[in-house]
């Protein structure tokens, strides 16, 4: 049965022992054939064809041969296929997994990105304690503290906070830890602070 190969597409095929196979490209059209290796028959370097070229099988042995469609199109008559045809720009994948996630489902899990590039509140005019209700802020720890909790409608138990100290005050020299709770989250220092000068950022994605 003839074949046509487009642009990119690929098969194996074999010629049965004296059979033949014709090999056509098109008008302005270029194919890349390959004689493959077979038990007593090495394998052949690639070549580029642009016009006709029949492939004969041996008269004992078939020859098998790869051809890839390089430009517009290829014409061939009587191939026996031996792998269907490849075409890069349909490939469906379904059955199994890849790391839990099965196979042909494209669509990924939804990622929450409002919080990212959003309201930045200051509210170091309020040492220690404080409200703020903004996904992003500054926050001062009041004197003699080495703990703060920020009230926030935004927070809830399985938010994640992230915390970078600005500037250091006393013994307050990093941030331990910054836990989530519902309806705020707690910012716990490795000293107290001496006055009010150490701040820090938050950012609270959910």
């Known amino acids: 049965m003839p074949l046509s190969l487009l642009a990119g597409q690929r098969i194996t095929f ?3 022992p004296q059979a033949t196979v014709a090999i056509t490209p098109g008008a302005s059209s270029s194919a890349r054939v390959t004689q ?5 028959t090495p394998a ?4 580029t064809i642009t016009a006709q070229k029949k492939v004969v099988g041996l008269k ?6 790869e051809v890839v469609c390089v430009t517009g199109r290829v014409d061939m008559t009587d191939p026996v296929v031996i792998d269907e045809v490849f075409d890069p ?3 469906n994948l ?3 997994a890849i790391n839990g996630t099965p196979i042909g489902q494209t669509t990924p899990a939804a990622v929450k990105t409002s919080n990212l590039g959003a309201t930045f509140t200051d509210s170091t005019s309020t040492p220690g304690n404080v409200t703020n209700n903004s996904p992003s802020g500054r926050i001062a720890f009041g004197a ?6 920020v009230t926030s409608s935004l927070v809830s138990a399985s938010s994640r906070i992230f915390c970078d100290l600005n500037s250091v005050d006393g013994a307050l020299t990093s941030i331990v830890t910054c836990k989530a709770n519902a309806g705020s989250f707690t910012v716990t220092a490795n000293g107290a602070s001496t006055g009010t000068a150490a701040t820090f950022d ?3 994605v959910n």
């Open 89 to 91: 720009s349909n490939v």
């Open 94 to 96: 379904t059955g199994g």
């Open 60 to 65: 004992t042995t078939p020859l098998v041969f």
């Open 44 to 47: 052949q370097a690639p070549q």
């Open 144 to 149: 003699g503290q080495s703990t703060v909790t």
């Open 14 to 16: 074999a010629v049965p």
């Open 202 to 204: 938050f950012l609270v």
């Open 36 to 40: 493959l290796g077979t038990p007593g």
